[in-house]
Structures are given as structure tokens and as C-alpha cells.
């Protein structure tokens, strides 16, 4: 008999839900309008879970699966799954680790390009009709940020941390971090407290895991960034005290912010979106063909190796 598992939210790519249909009875959970008697009528028999990274797993609900073995986690953080209680029932969790760090590095760089040189505000005024109108054949857009030389401060020198630092050198900026830590195999220059970090840094991009940190961007490393500084998250929305963010762009105490993740996802401030200082994404980091069947793949080989006794490649509990 296949393995049930239990599907808490959607993957994108066809060819891997062809596989997982193959190999094991999936229950799409995201989909049942009753989730609760969903669970009544499956959640006995579930040995698996998929789930995103901000979606995760509540302990509530794993407690009404006795058979769980697995939460493999179609995202690289587990913050939104409560590891110690896993550890103690036994249940292993897998992460895609590694194979949408270069997309979320990427996002990274685009989202301090667009938000420096204003590319959506700028794109928003040429669909508007409004270009043709000006009344020279410059439109009248305030001047922009130039992005080559900006100091970058980085938030969490892990895997997204390091590639976000390489793609910023090639732009010729010099860059700071700060993590737990010094890290012996990275050049950069390690500052401890984050706000002197942001005190020395023309853009602050956050790359930090969220398990240990929460709202540790507030009003004081704001101020210390300040009028001329930039905010970039691809990280997690609760590294960030959100009101003391929408107060800081409103006051103009920075000078924007570009974010894909938000403390209340799908909810956005939505003071924020008449502000031409921010450049706001749907949480799309690892949002491509390529990563995302790359982690479908992983998704499914965590399961596969799991239930055949094997420990998977992306396990974070072994
Ligand atoms: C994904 C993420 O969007 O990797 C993570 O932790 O939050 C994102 O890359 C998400 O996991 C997709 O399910």
C-alpha cells in the first residue's frame, strides 16, 4: 500500500505532482473546505507531510497525526515547525537546503536595484499613459539611487547571506555582516551589533534564519540606518517590527524598502501601497521553473528516502 501523506500546500510544477501521485496517496489538505473533518476521516493513516517554509506545520495538527513520520518542507526554513516537538514524537523534518539560495539571492539584488532606482514607480508611470504628457521628453521622476558602490550591510552570512555578497562585490560594494558569530571563511567585515551595522551601511539586506530571531529590525536600527538607507527582505517578515517600519517610511526616517516577506502574509500594511519608497512582492524569492522542480525534487526524495528507513539529504533533525 503507497504511504498517505498529507499535502498542506500546493506545488507548482505538474511533473512533480505526476511523481508524488505515483508513489504515494497524497491528501490535499490545502484544498478541503472543512479541513477539520478532513483530518477526522485521514488524519489516522498521514505518515507524511508536505508543506511550505511559511506555511509549516502546527503542533496541533501534528499531534492529530499518530502515524507522522515526515515533514518534508517544500522551502529552506523551518521556523514555522516546531523542531523540538518533532524531535521528541520522532518525526524527522527535511528542508530543500541549498537548492533556492541563487533565486533568493537574486530577488535580493533585483528587488535594491528596483527599489534604488525606482523601476517600479518609474514602469508604473510609462503604463499610465502619463510619459507623453510631460512636458519635456524627460519625464519628471525624481533622480534616482545609484546602486555600484552602495556599502551593503548583510543580515545572516549563510548560504543566501554569501550569495547576496557575491553578486553585491560584483557591483563593486563594499560589504559588512553581521550573525551569530564571525564567520572564519568570509572576507567581509564582521560587526556585531546590528545597529551599528545599520549605522555603517547604505542598504540593510536581511538573509537570516527566523528560528532565533524575531522583530530584530525595530525603530532604533531603522534610525540608525537612516534618511538615506535602504531596507531589502527575502528573508522572513518577523525579523522585522512592521509597524516600526511603516512609521520610519512614513516619516521618511528611511529612505524605502523593498520586501517579499511580511510579518502577516497574505496581509500587507496597506499604508504601504500608495508609498513610492517600497517595492512590495508576494513572497516570490524562490519562485522559478528551475528552483522550484529542483525543490519538488527534494521534496520527494526526502519522502522517499524516509519511508525506505534512508536518512534524507535535507534532514534538519538527524
Ligand atoms: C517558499 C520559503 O516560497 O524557502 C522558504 O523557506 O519561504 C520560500 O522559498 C516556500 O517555502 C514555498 O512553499
Request: proline share 4%; hydrophobic share 45%; glycine share 10%.
Amino acid at each position: 500500500m503507497k504511504p498517505e501523506v498529507l499535502q498542506l500546500s500546493p506545488i507548482l510544477i505538474p511533473e512533480i505532482n505526476t511523481r508524488l501521485g505515483e508513489l504515494f496517496t497524497i491528501r490535499r489538505y490545502f484544498e478541503q473546505a472543512d479541513k477539520a473533518a478532513y483530518i477526522k476521516e485521514h488524519g489516522a493513516n498521514i505518515r507524511g507531510v508536505i508543506t511550505g517554509g511559511h506555511t509549516g506545520i502546527s503542533q496541533a495538527l501534528m499531534a492529530q497525526l499518530p502515524k507522522l513520520e515526515v515533514v518534508a518542507v517544500n522551502g529552506v526554513g523551518t521556523d514555522a515547525v516546531d523542531l523540538a516537538y518533532a524531535r521528541d514524537r520522532g518525526i524527522r523534518v527535511t528542508a530543500t537546503i541549498g537548492a533556492l539560495t541563487e533565486d533568493v539571492a537574486d530577488l535580493a539584488i533585483g528587488l535594491l536595484i528596483a527599489v534604488c532606482r525606482g523601476l517600479c514607480t518609474s514602469d508604473r508611470y510609462v503604463r499610465s499613459g502619463q510619459w507623453p504628457h510631460s512636458t519635456t521628453p524627460l519625464a519628471p521622476l525624481p533622480l534616482a539611487r545609484q546602486v555600484s558602490g552602495m556599502r551593503i550591510g548583510i543580515v545572516g552570512m549563510g548560504r543566501v547571506g554569501r550569495a547576496v555578497a557575491t553578486r553585491a562585490a560584483a557591483f563593486g560594494c563594499p560589504i559588512s555582516y553581521t550573525d551569530l558569530q564571525p564567520m572564519s571563511d568570509v572576507n567581509h567585515s564582521f560587526v556585531a551589533d546590528l545597529t551599528q551595522l545599520a549605522s555603517q551601511s547604505d542598504a540593510l539586506i536581511l538573509a537570516a534564519a527566523a528560528d532565533k530571531a524575531e522583530a530584530i529590525i525595530n525603530a532604533d536600527v531603522l534610525k540608525a540606518l537612516g534618511q538615506g538607507g535602504y531596507l531589502i527582505n527575502v528573508a522572513r517578515g518577523k525579523l522585522v517590527n512592521e509597524v516600526d517600519l511603516v512609521a520610519a517610511l512614513k516619516a521618511g526616517e528611511i529612505a524605502g524598502a523593498a520586501l517579499d516577506v511580511f510579518v502577516d502574509e497574505p496581509r500587507v500594511p496597506e499604508t504601504l501601497f500608495g508609498n513610492e519608497q517600497v517595492v512590495l512582492q508576494p513572497h516570490r524569492a524562490s519562485a522559478t521553473v528551475q528552483t522550484r522542480t529542483r525543490m519538488g525534487e527534494m521534496v520527494v526524495a526526502s519522502l522517499v528516502d524516509s519511508f525506505a528507513g534512508r536518512v534524507p539529504q535535507g534532514s534538519v533533525t538527524d
